[in-house]
């Protein structure tokens, strides 16, 4: 994705609703997709991946969908606690590219009691 | 198993020093990289690391240096500290080869250039 300079995109959603993250990228060699979990101070913290030989990966609250036709991605958390909130990034690898990783400029989510 | 440690977390140099962020892992991963994270933005790669002995330039080396003497350590390098270097910046690590695996990030070190 393009930056958005200093103000990242927010998605404000209420304690126990689902929140969804989308991503879009640009490379279509790209193979192998992560969405990393960044809280304040802290660095990236892994919490899905799909390859592209997938559409949907399932995981404890998180399910990550990748459509390869429109190039999107998007991470969606059920039952959003506020333990969630942070700042959440797609990233993804060519193929062919070894484990280099390009970052999406993030998307942050708060958690609203 | 203490993951991947960055050292100092926290730094402030005057222009034209030069200094080194530490980065050392406990996993045996044989790939390691580091990145730079300016405000509002994703990570940007500066230089990454296969194996022992063998580096290669990221998407924003110019500034920087890298080494591999050992699987464990992945030092990086400023030459000559710029106000533009200003950033948190982050070490990476994971298994290398064609399966990808996800990269294991530590907490950052934040430099503050004068």
């Known amino acids: 994705g393009e930056s958005v300079g200093l103000h990242l995109p927010t998605l404000s959603v209420q304690e126990g609703d689902n929140s969804i993250i989308n991503c879009a990228y640009s490379?279509?060699?790209?193979?192998?997709f992560i969405w990393y979990k960044q809280e304040s101070g802290k660095g990236p913290q892994f919490i899905i991946d799909i390859r592209s030989n997938m559409d949907k990966r399932q995981g404890q609250r998180v399910t990550v969908l990748l459509n390869k036709t429109v190039k999107h991605l998007s991470l969606q958390i059920a039952a959003t606690q506020p333990g969630d909130s942070a700042v959440y990034f797609c990233a993804e690898i060519e193929t062919g590219g070894g484990n280099k990783l390009t970052f999406g400029t993030g998307t942050q989510l708060k958690v609203e009691l | 198993n203490a993951g991947v440690t960055q050292t100092p977390k926290f730094q402030v140099l005057k222009t034209g020093q030069s200094m080194t962020l530490q980065c050392a892992q406990d996993m045996n991963h044989e790939y390691m990289s580091w990145y730079r994270q300016d405000p509002g933005m994703g990570l940007r790669l500066i230089h990454y690391s296969v194996g022992a002995g063998i580096t290669d330039q990221g998407e924003v080396p110019n500034g920087y240096n890298v080494s591999r003497s050992t699987t464990e350590d992945f030092p990086l390098r400023l030459l000559s500290a710029a106000p533009s270097q200003t950033s948190v910046y982050f070490c990476?690590?994971?298994?290398?080869?064609?399966?990808?695996?996800?990269?294991?990030f530590g907490d950052g070190t934040r430099l503050s250039i004068l």
């Open positions: 990476a690590s994971s298994y290398a080869g064609d399966s990808n695996q996800p990269q294991h």
């Open positions: 490379n279509s060699a790209s193979d192998y």
